[in-house]
């Protein structure tokens, strides 16, 4: 028996999303995208839903992103800096022991 809960596979196709998914979400992101830029109706809030492209636009292009484990784009990761800058770390202060507690 494995020790392991689930069966690893191959490391290159654990980064890749499943391309079904991928289009399908894809599609939900256009379409609602085009909704939104041509339908004013669908840039309205309801009481049920509340704000509609939060829901049209918003949410499935979380979950799109999700899908891909939250890249960065290929364009913002080559505008972030290579290097992070270490400071050195606060030190929190050790209480010398009180002989005798204050009176307040």
């Given at each position: 028996m494995s020790t392991a809960p689930f069966p690893l596979s191959h490391q290159s196709s654990q980064n890749r999303p499943d391309a079904g998914l991928d289009r399908a979400l894809r599609r939900v992101v256009l379409s609602g995208l085009a909704l939104v830029l041509l339908v004013p109706?669908?840039?309205?809030?309801t009481d049920a839903l509340g704000w509609l492209p939060l829901w049209l636009v918003g949410m499935p292009a979380v979950a799109w992103w999700s899908l891909h484990r939250f890249r960065l784009p290929s364009?913002?990761?080559r505008l972030r800096p290579a290097g992070r800058r270490r400071a050195p770390q606060a030190r929190r202060l050790r209480a010398r022991p009180a002989g005798l507690a204050r009176a307040a």
């Open positions: 109706l669908a840039r309205a809030s364009a913002m990761r």
